[in-house]
């Protein structure tokens, strides 16, 4: 029999450990990839077929739950359970229409004909508590129709082939989670909300939709919008209006006919580590947007500018990734205010110059130009000339960088002195912190067996 020794037992348990810290997505930024879809009727499950469910109130829900049978008793801890049927219907499938109950819908599918006579799938308006999750819904006019709803979370479905939107709210979201969900093949935007409020929607997948990928066209407030896959949509990827304390970060997106993200109205607002490849307009558009942190996103392939501030203030952009656009890699228009342009990386872009300045008092500092690396006569990694910036002001970036990973030094100002310092730079991002502290777990675990065999 092999004999396997403790210094290769060792070994095996660091080499595991190593690929779970660099696997793991709590350990690295990672990017999400679009999955390999399968159609809805790859393996039909046996759904028994139902008339319509229209409920309009929490006495006719415990009604029909009564004479159907369904599972639970409304309550928190037992919600109903309307499960495992089929739905054919042209008006409504499905209404829950003010209930406060506690229900779930699971594991159905809606079908219809198709044509201009359908209803929606099904409706959700003036109620809270409920659970849409693994139903199939396509043929209708739009799968999900939304009008006021607290506390509901829509995940895990597939929505397709529908003729107008895949999820819609005419109204407002409050604490609700929509996750999860294949979208695509609509003639219309795959998920379009009036007014979002401390509301998340994350980890869709939305393709191939005749319009907006996700939208919030009303206001947003305390939303996040996160780790969602768009691709081959025919109009915006991301688009928020009257947003305030709203983040949007980890979301990839391609083939998109627009501009990426649309901010129209914002304040306190977060966008990062988004990325946007092949955008038919701008990548990221900033209107009336104040107060905003814009970092760590690329936008590679755009057919227009890479982020135009078309107006705000007090906004920092930092630390994006710009490259090959056919117009500058960023612009600062006419009423764009102090804003902090530091740490980009420009590349290829296609304006006589790659950034233009056209407001006023906004910043251009420590940016890399891969069109002005030289000269660096003391090797500082600062380019000992400063790059002229295009636009009527005149601007300049007077430290760009010689190098795209160069750190610039650190400058702290007083009343009486200014100090520059190169020993330190920005904080270091949480995600590196992670990986590091894997790093020393697997060392720590290494020494423990070490020992054991000494």
Same mark, same amino acid.
């Given at each position: 029999?092999?004999? @396997?020794?403790?210094?290769?037992?060792?070994?095996? %348990?660091?080499?595991?450990?190593?690929?779970?810290?660099? +696997?793991?997505?709590?350990?690295?930024?990672?990017?999400?990839?679009?999955?390999?879809?399968?159609?809805?009727?790859?393996?039909?499950?046996?759904?028994?077929?139902?008339?319509?469910?229209?409920?309009?109130?929490?006495?006719?829900?415990?009604?029909?739950?009564?004479?159907?049978?369904?599972?639970?008793?409304?309550?928190?801890?037992?919600?109903?359970?309307?499960?495992?049927?089929?739905?054919?219907?042209?008006?409504?499938?499905?209404?829950?229409?003010?209930?406060?109950?506690? *229900?779930?819908?699971?594991?159905?599918?809606?079908?219809?004909? +198709?044509?201009?006579?359908? *209803?929606?799938?099904?409706?959700? #308006?003036?109620?809270?508590?409920?659970?849409?999750?693994?139903?199939?819904?396509?043929?209708?006019?739009?799968?999900? *129709?939304?009008?006021? @709803?607290?506390?509901?979370?829509?995940?895990?479905?597939?929505?397709?082939?529908?003729?107008?939107?895949?999820?819609?709210?005419?109204?407002?979201?409050?604490?609700?989670?929509?996750?999860?969900?294949?979208?695509?093949?609509?003639?219309?935007?795959?998920?379009?909300?009036?007014?979002?409020?401390?509301?998340?929607?994350?980890?869709?997948? &939305?393709?191939?939709?005749?319009?907006?990928?996700?939208?919030?066209?009303?206001?947003?407030?305390?939303?996040? @919008?996160?780790?969602?896959?768009?691709?081959?949509?025919?109009?915006?990827?991301?688009? /928020?209006?009257?947003?305030?304390?709203v983040e949007v970060m980890h979301n990839v997106m391609s083939n998109v006919?627009?501009?990426?993200?649309?901010? %129209?109205?914002?304040?306190?607002?977060? =966008?990062?580590?988004?990325?946007? &490849?092949?955008?038919?307009?701008?990548?990221? =558009?900033?209107?009336?947007?104040?107060?905003?942190?814009?970092?760590?996103?690329?936008?590679?392939?755009?057919?227009?500018?890479?982020?135009?501030?078309?107006?705000?203030?007090?906004?920092?952009?930092?630390?994006?990734?710009?490259?090959?656009?056919?117009?500058?890699? /960023?612009?600062?228009?006419?009423?764009?205010?102090?804003?902090?342009?530091?740490?980009?990386?420009?590349? #290829?872009?296609?304006?006589?110059?790659?950034?233009?300045?056209?407001?006023?008092?906004?910043?251009?500092?420590?940016?890399?130009?891969?069109? *002005?690396?030289?000269?660096?006569?003391? #090797?500082?990694?600062?380019?000992?000339?400063?790059?002229?910036?295009?636009?009527?002001?005149?601007?300049?970036?007077?430290?760009?960088?010689?190098?795209?990973?160069? &750190?610039?030094?650190?400058?702290?100002?007083?009343?009486?002195?200014?100090?520059?310092?190169?020993?330190?730079?920005?904080?270091?991002?949480?995600?590196?912190?992670?990986?590091?502290?894997?790093?020393?777990?697997?060392?720590? &675990?290494? =020494?423990?067996?070490?020992?054991?065999?000494?």
């Open positions: 029999m092999r004999v @396997i020794s403790k210094e290769k037992i060792t070994l095996c %348990l660091l080499i595991g450990l190593f690929v779970f810290a660099i +696997g793991n997505p709590l350990m690295t930024t990672g990017v999400l990839q679009e999955e390999t879809l399968e159609k809805h009727d790859k393996v039909a499950p046996a759904y028994t077929p139902h008339d319509a469910i229209l409920l309009d109130g929490n006495t006719e829900m415990i009604a029909q739950a009564t004479t159907e049978s369904w599972p639970g008793d409304g309550s928190s801890g037992n919600p109903y359970q309307i499960t495992g049927y089929s739905f054919y219907d042209v008006q409504h499938s499905v209404e829950i229409r003010n209930i406060d109950l506690h *229900w779930t819908f699971t594991d159905n599918e809606i079908d219809g004909p +198709g044509d201009a006579t359908v *209803w929606c799938g099904m409706e959700i #308006s003036n109620s809270a508590n409920g659970y849409v999750a693994d139903n199939v819904i396509f043929n209708r006019y739009r799968a999900l *129709w939304l009008i006021d @709803i607290d506390d509901v979370t829509i995940t895990n479905n597939v929505i397709e082939d529908n003729l107008f939107h895949g999820i819609e709210c005419v109204g407002y979201i409050n604490g609700c989670l929509i996750s999860d969900n294949i979208i695509r093949r609509n003639d219309g935007s795959g998920i379009r909300i009036l007014t979002g409020v401390n509301s998340e929607i994350s980890e869709n997948s &939305v393709t191939d939709c005749d319009g907006i990928g996700i939208q919030i066209i009303g206001t947003a407030t305390n939303c996040q @919008i996160t780790d969602n896959y768009v691709n081959e949509v025919t109009s915006l990827g991301i688009q /928020l209006k009257d947003a305030t304390s006919t627009g501009d990426g993200i649309y901010f %129209l109205g914002s304040i306190d607002c977060e =966008v990062y580590n988004n990325s946007l &490849v092949n955008g038919g307009d701008d990548g990221m =558009v900033l209107k009336e947007s104040d107060s905003g942190l814009f970092h760590n996103n690329t936008f590679i392939g755009i057919d227009g500018v890479g982020i135009s501030v078309d107006s705000g203030e007090n906004s920092i952009i930092r630390f994006n990734h710009i490259e090959d656009c056919t117009d500058y890699g /960023l612009k600062t228009s006419n009423e764009a205010e102090f804003t902090e342009i530091t740490r980009n990386v420009f590349i #290829s872009n296609g304006a006589t110059k790659q950034v233009c300045d056209e407001g006023e008092n906004n910043t251009y500092i420590y940016n890399y130009y891969d069109d *002005w690396t030289s000269p660096d006569v003391d #090797s500082d990694q600062i380019v000992d000339t400063p790059y002229s910036i295009d636009g009527v002001v005149g601007n300049q970036d007077l430290y760009p960088l010689a190098d795209p990973h160069a &750190v610039p030094p650190v400058t702290t100002t007083t009343n009486t002195t200014t100090t520059t310092s190169t020993g330190t730079g920005d904080p270091i991002p949480m995600e590196i912190l992670m990986i590091a502290g894997g790093g020393v777990i697997i060392i720590l &675990v290494g =020494v423990f067996f070490m020992k054991r065999k000494v």
